[in-house]
């Protein structure tokens, strides 16, 4: 039997069993349905996994009995999880919502399953366009390929690169209401985009993008634990400085702001700009925290340094 991705493959009648086509209730079994369908419908190629393969065989002694045409074959190698077993729930995702859910772009996915079982030499970055120009049958692996979250999050963050200001805010949206229970108006929504093109190089998925950007639209409300640690006497101790000279400030701009903190932590940012990331947005992850700042504006900055350092000052003590 000829296959587009298997080659010829051939079986033994004698490794062929007496099949049953009829129930005793007289409905048809798959084996015979799928046949009389796919024939009724006019189907001239068949698709699908290479499990199926014992099953083909089978079937085409239907269509040699009912004399038939036989539809052009090509049997897809399985996708493996990880650990090369089998794809199932525990390996990740089961549908494709659920990837959705998990933040990855529909290009992205596109992208990496078709390069799980096919090539075209060695592109890795293979638009839909792109995809629909150059498959073939012929090009499809005969082994079956390991799903690696890994390389779907690298092109989930090529296409994150990629993507349209606005249609990347659209499709972020619904996760600041699921995962924060917040929806940005539109002044949350231009500070967002201040930041977008940072934001976007760091993101691997929709819900990392989420996460790092929910501080602009509200102040922390939780801190993570790394963002706790970081408030420390001393640490709170700069933080009280800077609150005391930010409104000396001629200018508050990122430059402005950066000597500031510069001065105050003795020439070592690192030494108070970790806090003042962890005041402003609660977490240690974010865009460049000066940037962020400016963005904020003077007024919500000075509110969240002292909505922290009245927050952890008892405990730092």
């Known amino acids: 039997m000829p296959d587009h991705v298997q080659g010829d493959v051939t079986v033994n009648n004698e490794q062929l069993d007496d099949f049953i086509i009829l129930r005793s209730d007289g409905t048809p079994t798959y084996m015979l349905s799928v046949v009389v369908d796919d024939h ?9 996994g290479d499990d199926h393969l014992n099953n083909t065989f089978r079937q085409n002694v239907i269509y040699d009995a009912m004399g038939w045409v036989k539809p052009e074959y090509a049997h897809l190698p399985l996708i493996l ?3 090369g077993a089998k794809m199932s729930k525990r390996h990740g995702a089961a549908s494709v919502e659920e990837y959705r859910e998990m933040g990855y772009l529909p290009e992205a ?11 075209h030499g060695d592109d890795e970055i293979i638009s839909t366009a792109q995809a629909k ?9 005969k082994s079956p390929a390991r799903f690696d979250f890994d390389k779907l999050e690298s092109l989930n963050a090529h296409y994150i690169k990629e993507c349209d200001a606005d249609r990347l805010m659209a499709l972020a949206l619904p996760f600041y209401q699921s995962r924060h229970n917040v929806e940005p108006d539109q002044e949350s929504q231009k500070r967002i985009m201040c930041a977008l093109d940072e934001l976007k190089s760091r993101a691997k998925t929709l819900l990392q993008f989420v996460d790092e950007s929910v501080f602009f639209i509200r102040a ?4 993570d634990e790394k963002a ?9 101790a700069m933080l009280s400085t800077l609150m005391d000279k930010l409104p000396g400030m001629s200018s508050f701009d990122a430059e402005s702001y950066k000597a500031l903190c510069l001065e105050i932590a003795d020439g070592k940012l690192g030494k108070i700009g970790m806090p003042l990331r962890a005041a402003v947005t609660g977490t240690t992850q974010s865009p460049s925290i000066f940037d962020a700042c400016i963005t904020l504006g003077l ?3 000075s509110a969240r340094i002292r909505e922290a350092i009245e927050r952890f000052a008892a405990q730092a003590a």
Do not use: C, K
Request: hydrophobic share 35%.
């Open 40 to 48: 009724d419908m006019g189907v001239t190629h068949v698709i699908r």
């Open 220 to 223: 922390p409300q939780d801190y």
């Open 299 to 301: 007024e919500e900055t």
């Open 228 to 236: 706790i640690a970081q408030f420390t006497p001393d640490s709170l």
């Open 109 to 119: 996915m596109r992208n990496y399953l078709l390069r799980l079982g096919w090539s």
């Open 133 to 141: 120009e150059w498959f073939d049958l012929e090009h499809i692996g």
């Open 81 to 83: 999880g990880p650990d």
